[in-house]
Protein backbone atom coordinates (compact mmCIF):
# COMPACT_ATOMS: atom_id res chain seq x y z
CA UNK A 1 0.00 0.00 0.00
CA UNK A 2 0.83 3.40 -0.94
CA UNK A 3 -0.67 6.64 0.48
CA UNK A 4 0.78 10.00 0.39
CA UNK A 5 2.87 10.69 3.84
CA UNK A 6 0.62 13.81 4.77
CA UNK A 7 -2.68 12.05 4.35
CA UNK A 8 -1.12 8.86 6.52
CA UNK A 9 -0.21 11.22 9.53
CA UNK A 10 -3.71 12.82 9.43
CA UNK A 11 -5.38 9.82 9.67
CA UNK A 12 -3.29 8.52 12.47
CA UNK A 13 -3.64 12.20 14.37
CA UNK A 14 -7.67 11.83 14.24
CA UNK A 15 -7.51 8.55 15.11
CA UNK A 16 -5.37 9.24 18.31
CA UNK A 17 -7.23 12.79 19.34
CA UNK A 18 -10.44 10.20 19.01
CA UNK A 19 -8.81 7.83 21.78
CA UNK A 20 -7.80 11.12 23.62
CA UNK A 21 -11.70 11.93 23.55
CA UNK A 22 -12.99 8.25 24.21
CA UNK A 23 -10.56 8.43 27.03
CA UNK A 24 -12.19 11.49 28.68
CA UNK A 25 -15.40 10.09 28.60
CA UNK A 26 -14.51 6.79 30.15
CA UNK A 27 -13.04 9.35 33.03
CA UNK A 28 -17.40 9.92 33.36
CA UNK A 29 -18.12 6.42 34.40
CA UNK A 30 -18.06 5.27 37.91
CA UNK A 31 -15.12 2.72 38.68
CA UNK A 32 -17.12 -0.02 39.38
CA UNK A 33 -18.39 0.09 36.19
CA UNK A 34 -15.02 0.14 34.73
CA UNK A 35 -13.73 -2.37 36.60
CA UNK A 36 -16.68 -4.58 35.59
CA UNK A 37 -16.34 -8.00 33.56
CA UNK A 38 -18.21 -10.52 31.77
CA UNK A 39 -16.33 -12.86 33.59
CA UNK A 40 -13.25 -13.84 35.30
CA UNK A 41 -10.95 -15.00 32.22
CA UNK A 42 -12.21 -11.34 30.28
CA UNK A 43 -10.96 -7.88 30.52
CA UNK A 44 -12.54 -5.10 32.27
CA UNK A 45 -13.01 -1.70 30.67
CA UNK A 46 -9.76 -0.73 32.91
CA UNK A 47 -7.98 -3.94 32.18
CA UNK A 48 -8.37 -2.95 28.10
CA UNK A 49 -7.01 0.40 28.78
CA UNK A 50 -4.02 -1.05 30.91
CA UNK A 51 -2.92 -3.39 28.53
CA UNK A 52 -2.60 -0.37 25.60
CA UNK A 53 -0.37 1.88 28.40
CA UNK A 54 1.33 -1.46 28.99
CA UNK A 55 2.38 -1.57 24.78
CA UNK A 56 2.87 2.21 24.90
CA UNK A 57 5.72 2.08 27.70
CA UNK A 58 7.72 -0.03 25.12
CA UNK A 59 6.48 1.34 21.72
CA UNK A 60 6.48 5.49 22.73
CA UNK A 61 10.33 5.92 24.29
CA UNK A 62 11.17 3.56 21.34
CA UNK A 63 9.63 5.92 18.60
CA UNK A 64 10.87 8.65 20.33
CA UNK A 65 14.06 7.39 20.35
CA UNK A 66 14.37 6.33 17.00
CA UNK A 67 12.90 9.76 15.61
CA UNK A 68 15.69 11.39 17.72
CA UNK A 69 18.10 9.66 15.71
CA UNK A 70 17.28 8.82 12.25
CA UNK A 71 18.65 11.22 9.54
CA UNK A 72 16.56 10.20 6.73
CA UNK A 73 14.75 13.31 5.29
CA UNK A 74 10.97 12.99 5.09
CA UNK A 75 9.37 11.32 1.96
CA UNK A 76 6.46 12.50 0.58
CA UNK A 77 5.09 8.95 0.02
CA UNK A 78 5.20 6.48 2.22
CA UNK A 79 5.26 2.49 1.36
CA UNK A 80 3.91 0.06 3.96
CA UNK A 81 6.50 -2.81 4.67
CA UNK A 82 4.60 -6.13 3.85
CA UNK A 83 5.22 -7.33 7.83
CA UNK A 84 4.31 -3.82 9.16
CA UNK A 85 0.83 -3.87 6.85
CA UNK A 86 0.41 -7.68 8.27
CA UNK A 87 0.56 -6.29 11.62
CA UNK A 88 -1.67 -2.92 11.16
CA UNK A 89 -4.29 -4.95 9.35
CA UNK A 90 -4.50 -7.56 12.00
CA UNK A 91 -4.67 -5.19 14.97
CA UNK A 92 -8.31 -3.04 13.46
CA UNK A 93 -11.52 -4.28 14.93
CA UNK A 94 -13.41 -6.30 13.17
CA UNK A 95 -17.16 -6.75 13.52
CA UNK A 96 -16.76 -9.65 15.74
CA UNK A 97 -13.41 -9.29 17.30
CA UNK A 98 -11.23 -12.56 16.53
CA UNK A 99 -9.06 -13.56 19.84
CA UNK A 100 -5.22 -12.92 19.59
CA UNK A 101 -3.13 -14.48 22.45
CA UNK A 102 -1.11 -11.43 24.68
CA UNK A 103 1.69 -11.63 25.77
CA UNK A 104 2.32 -12.51 29.93
CA UNK A 105 4.16 -8.84 30.59
CA UNK A 106 1.24 -7.35 28.38
CA UNK A 107 -1.78 -8.92 30.04
CA UNK A 108 -3.28 -6.55 33.04
CA UNK A 109 -5.65 -9.54 33.81
CA UNK A 110 -6.77 -9.57 37.54
CA UNK A 111 -4.68 -6.43 38.34
CA UNK A 112 -6.19 -3.91 40.91
CA UNK A 113 -7.00 -0.44 38.25
CA UNK A 114 -8.13 2.56 39.59
CA UNK A 115 -8.91 5.96 37.57
CA UNK A 116 -5.12 6.47 37.06
CA UNK A 117 -5.39 4.10 33.99
CA UNK A 118 -7.26 6.45 32.30
CA UNK A 119 -5.04 9.50 33.37
CA UNK A 120 -1.83 7.27 31.89
CA UNK A 121 -3.31 6.06 28.65
CA UNK A 122 -4.19 10.13 28.37
CA UNK A 123 -1.12 11.10 28.91
CA UNK A 124 0.18 8.52 27.03
CA UNK A 125 -2.24 9.50 23.79
CA UNK A 126 -0.56 13.22 23.87
CA UNK A 127 2.92 12.15 23.73
CA UNK A 128 1.36 10.21 20.87
CA UNK A 129 0.05 13.74 18.96
CA UNK A 130 3.61 15.09 19.87
CA UNK A 131 5.83 12.04 18.17
CA UNK A 132 3.39 12.07 15.01
CA UNK A 133 4.25 16.11 14.56
CA UNK A 134 8.01 15.54 15.49
CA UNK A 135 7.78 12.40 12.66
CA UNK A 136 7.60 15.41 9.64
CA UNK A 137 11.24 16.15 10.56
CA UNK A 138 11.89 12.21 9.46
CA UNK A 139 10.77 9.46 6.53
CA UNK A 140 8.36 7.46 8.08
CA UNK A 141 9.76 4.67 5.41
CA UNK A 142 13.30 4.90 6.11
CA UNK A 143 13.58 5.24 9.97
CA UNK A 144 12.98 1.79 11.56
CA UNK A 145 11.46 1.04 14.89
CA UNK A 146 12.17 -2.32 17.27
CA UNK A 147 8.94 -3.88 18.06
CA UNK A 148 8.06 -5.45 21.41
CA UNK A 149 8.30 -9.05 20.56
CA UNK A 150 11.26 -9.66 18.89
CA UNK A 151 14.45 -7.53 19.28
CA UNK A 152 15.30 -8.90 15.75
CA UNK A 153 12.38 -7.53 13.82
CA UNK A 154 12.34 -3.87 13.07
CA UNK A 155 9.43 -2.51 10.97
CA UNK A 156 9.29 1.04 9.20
CA UNK A 157 7.99 3.78 11.57
CA UNK A 158 4.64 4.76 9.52
CA UNK A 159 4.17 0.84 9.92
CA UNK A 160 5.03 1.49 13.81
CA UNK A 161 2.59 4.04 14.26
CA UNK A 162 -0.06 2.27 12.47
CA UNK A 163 -0.01 -0.72 14.61
CA UNK A 164 -0.02 1.00 18.07
CA UNK A 165 -2.60 3.66 17.04
CA UNK A 166 -4.56 0.70 15.49
CA UNK A 167 -4.10 -1.66 18.46
CA UNK A 168 -5.71 1.76 20.71
CA UNK A 169 -8.59 1.57 18.51
CA UNK A 170 -9.07 -2.11 18.67
CA UNK A 171 -9.19 -2.14 22.38
CA UNK A 172 -10.88 1.46 22.44
CA UNK A 173 -13.55 -0.68 20.55
CA UNK A 174 -13.78 -3.07 23.08
CA UNK A 175 -13.64 -1.19 25.73
CA UNK A 176 -17.19 0.37 24.79
CA UNK A 177 -18.36 -2.40 24.01
CA UNK A 178 -17.91 -4.02 27.48
CA UNK A 179 -19.60 -0.66 28.98
CA UNK A 180 -22.88 -0.95 27.11
CA UNK A 181 -22.87 -5.03 28.22
CA UNK A 182 -22.97 -3.97 32.31
CA UNK A 183 -25.43 -0.61 31.70
Known sequence: MKIRTEELRGELIEWTRQHLNEAEALKTNRLEALRWKPSLEEWSVLECIEHLNLYGDYYLPE????????NYA???????????????????????????KTFKDKNPLGSTLD????DRFIAQQQQMLQ????SRQVSLSRTKTG???SQWITLKLGDTFRVV????????????????KHK
Request: hydrophobic residues 40%.
Open 74 to 100: PQEIFKCGMLGNYFAQSMLPKEKLNKM
Open 165 to 180: IYHNRRHMVQAEKLLK
Open 115 to 118: MNVL
Open 131 to 134: LLDQ
Open 147 to 149: ISI
Open 63 to 70: IEKQIKWS
